[in-house]
Structures are given as C-alpha cells and as structure tokens.
C-alpha cells in the first residue's frame, strides 16, 4: 500500500517571501500521478499542481513549482512570493494508476500561514 | 457549469439517526468519490464508482452506504449515524480512463453526531 508522509505539521513565511512544503511517499509502483492541494478555510479543496511521474521535468504553475525526486521519493512545493491567501492547509497526494480504483492517497497536511 | 455541489453544508444528528448527504456533478464526470476527513488528518476514501449502477468501497465503508443511479448524483446514506462518523464529508469526481483526470472537490459537509 502507499503512504504520504508531511512530517511538518506547520510553516511559517513573510509575504512576498518563498516557503518550501515537504512532502515525501512510499510506493513500488513505477507510475503515478502526485499532487497538491489546498484547503482554506472554507474547507474545499483546490488542486494546485500535479506531476506525473513518468516526466522528468518539475510541474509549475505560475508562483506554484515543485521538486520532484522519484529516486528519494519526495515532492515538495514550493510557492514563491507568498500571498495572504495562501494561508491555508496545503496536502500532498498520491494516485496509483494500476488497477480501477483511482483513489488518492493523501498526507496529513500542513498548515501554512503568511505574515503581513 | 456549477462544478461539484453538496448539501447539506453542516448538520447535526443524533446517535441512531439516518441521512443522506447529496453529491451533484454537472461536468458529466464518470467517476465519483465519496471522502471523509477527521481532524487534522487527510482524507480518507469511504466508497467510489466508476460510472452509473456501480459502486465499490474504499477504505473506511462502515457504517455508509452508496447508490448512483445517474451520472450526476452519487449520495452517500447513514443509517445508523455513531459518534465515530463526525467529520466533514467531501465528493469529489474525475474523467479520463480509469478517472485518472484532476479530481474536483465539492465544499464539504460538516456533519456532527451526538
């Protein structure tokens, strides 16, 4: 089975400042989908980014990036010139692509908060 | 285009009482997905389906039950609700084979049982 691990429950950044969020999993798969998702506190969840792991290159999306490792097996999220609304719970997913079921597999989270 | 819809946004239920929580997708998305999340913890896949009149659980199905008869709806039944089963409920759905799409949430469903 596969497991995400966010081994830091909270983060703290000024705004305009870049924060790095870890995240990291454990799979025997070859092939999968990662993911970050936001949750403010409206409590609905956004996607903010996706990597698939057979691409080598690192998914971004505008101040959104991430550090894909597939060897170490970690992909963490970087968000450059943070934002007030990016204070939220930030989750790191994992999606298998064996079999029917596309579930997602998710970490614990990590809140984040911004300081004006 | 709406997205994902759930009703009701919170509720209150007593120990033994039956619910269904509503799940709406106008993206005419094949697969749905029904999730919990306690607090402080990730989500946690309680039943999916990959298309109308099929279903299967998923990691956490005690205690729900699910039926999706249209493309749109998939509810997501309490018939005995237990105190363990306060948490918030989100729906969420996907297209692509094997729904291997972006998963779109719904805003959540706050449910209390006391």
């Known amino acids: 089975a596969q497991t995400v691990t966010q081994s830091q429950p909270e983060m703290s950044v000024q705004e305009a400042e870049t924060v790095t969020l870890s995240c990291t999993y454990d799979?025997?798969?070859?092939?999968?989908?990662l993911f970050w998702y936001k949750q403010p506190p409206s409590r609905q969840m956004i996607l903010v980014i996706r990597q698939e792991a057979y691409k080598q290159q690192n998914a971004t999306e505008n101040r959104f990036s991430v550090n894909f490792q597939k060897a170490a097996k970690s992909f963490s999220l970087k968000i450059s010139d943070s934002q007030l609304g990016d204070a939220a719970m930030y989750f790191c997913?994992?999606?298998?692509?064996?079999?029917?079921?596309?579930?997602?597999?998710f970490g614990k989270g990590i809140t984040l908060s911004v300081r004006p | 285009n709406a997205g994902v819809t759930q009703t009701p946004k919170f509720r209150i239920l007593k120990i033994g009482q039956s619910m269904t929580l509503q799940c709406t997708q106008d993206m005419n998305h094949n697969y749905m997905y029904w999730y919990r999340q306690d607090p402080g913890m990730g989500l946690k896949l309680i039943y999916y389906?990959?298309?109308?009149?099929?279903?299967d659980k998923g990691e956490v199905p005690n205690g729900y039950n699910v039926s999706r008869s249209t493309t749109e709806d998939f509810p997501l039944r309490l018939e005995l609700a237990a105190p363990s089963q306060t948490s918030v409920y989100f729906c969420a759905s996907s297209q692509g084979q094997g729904g291997i799409g972006t998963q779109y949430f719904g805003p959540g469903t706050r449910l209390t049982v006391l």
């Open positions: 389906s990959v298309g109308a009149g099929i279903t």
């Open positions: 799979t025997s798969e070859s092939d999968y989908y």
């Open positions: 997913a994992y999606r298998s692509l064996a079999g029917a079921n596309s579930k997602l597999t």
